[in-house]
């Protein structure tokens, strides 16, 4: 069967015009010709015209393709696999694209009707975190920050009061902030700690993300590092970093309020720390620290011991001095590595 190059045109969606700029540039050149000279192309032909459209698709060029197609590479099965792994990244851009769009209609809409220059920010800002995020980690970056929100901006507020006062980083309050601030960007990275180093690195690159979408300042990060760089200086006293490393997270500071509370309870009635409801709250503290070592409890007990030879540690903690020393003496009979 052969097809005159206006037919294969209309069978193809091609105009007779790129065929017969392909047959120019020896690229698809028919194998027959009519008795007067038309060009007529056979299944051979039409088969390589399939082969360079679905290299067009994957992007590249014209003078790219006769090299690849005169190979080895013009297999069907090549060509065909080629074409999926195309139309496969197409798949993931446009859920890429889609992704970033629900958020920028989401982030813009909640409040009163954008402007130019929100249009412009909110598109700048999705490029930038494009460059260190895929849309579905943004999606639940932000969808958790949305959760703790409020929590965060009173926190960035009492920093500033801090700030304003010029308290020194190594006073107990700003201590206290700042292990409020670590526990909140853990709990909104879920604990991911190669989430939390991608944001900072983002954060210290690109100017564009100071201050928004609740980000601190760079005045206030630079505070709030140092205050930071302090504690860990602290640990490291102690403790090796492949320790350090081993920490998956702080506990929480309800399942220590609750401890506070038991504790509190057992000391205004009396109760004695060697005695059975005491070892119970001890053991329950101990578990505690034993799931955020990581499940090693020598680790964890150093953790408590150094916590109590570094005041500053404990700066914030909802377990008061009184409660920890009364469940210390408890805890020391449960654990040998307590004393």
């Known amino acids: 069967m052969h097809l005159k190059v206006g037919e294969l045109a209309r069978a193809t969606g091609l105009t007779v015009r790129t065929l017969h700029h392909y047959d120019a540039i020896g690229l698809l050149r028919p194998s027959a010709r009519s008795d007067a000279g038309y060009r007529l192309y056979t299944e051979t032909d039409v088969a390589r015209l399939h082969a360079i459209q679905a290299l067009r698709l994957l992007g590249l060029p014209l003078a790219e393709l006769q090299p690849l197609l005169d190979g080895q590479g013009a297999s069907p099965e090549t060509i065909l696999q080629q074409q999926l792994r195309a139309l496969d990244g197409q ?13 920028l209609h989401e982030g813009l809409l909640r409040g009163e009707s954008p402007t130019m220059d929100d249009w412009v920010r ?149 109760k004695p720390p060697g005695g059975a409801a005491a070892r119970a709250v001890a053991r329950r503290w101990l578990g505690l620290l034993e799931r955020a ?14 916590q109590e030879a570094h005041p500053l540690l404990l700066a914030g903690s ?20 307590a004393a």
């Open 293 to 306: 070592a990581g499940g090693d409890l020598a680790l964890a007990s150093r953790f408590a011991r150094v």
């Open 122 to 270: 909110s598109l700048g800002l999705m490029a930038t975190y494009g460059k260190y995020f895929d849309a579905g980690e943004l999606r639940d970056i932000f969808q958790r920050f949305r959760a703790m929100e409020v929590e965060w901006r009173q926190l960035l507020a009492r920093v500033r009061e801090v700030m304003d006062a010029d308290l020194a980083i190594d006073t107990p309050e700003v201590q206290a902030l700042t292990r409020r601030w670590l526990m909140l960007m853990h709990e909104w990275m879920r604990g991911d700690y190669a989430l939390m180093e991608r944001w900072g690195e983002m954060y210290r690159r690109e100017p564009a993300a100071h201050g928004a979408r609740g980000a601190p300042p760079p005045d206030m990060l630079a505070y709030i590092e140092r205050a930071i760089t302090l504690r860990l200086g602290l640990l490291r006293e102690h403790f090796e970093d492949h320790e350090l490393r081993k920490v998956v997270g702080p506990v929480p500071d309800t399942e220590l309020q609750r401890i506070e509370d038991d504790g509190r309870k057992l000391l205004e009635t009396g």
């Open 318 to 337: 909802p377990i008061s001095p009184q409660v920890r020393a009364f469940l210390r003496t408890a805890r020391e009979a449960l654990d040998p590595h």
């Open 91 to 103: 798949i993931r851009e446009a859920t890429q694209l889609r992704e970033r769009l629900a958020l």
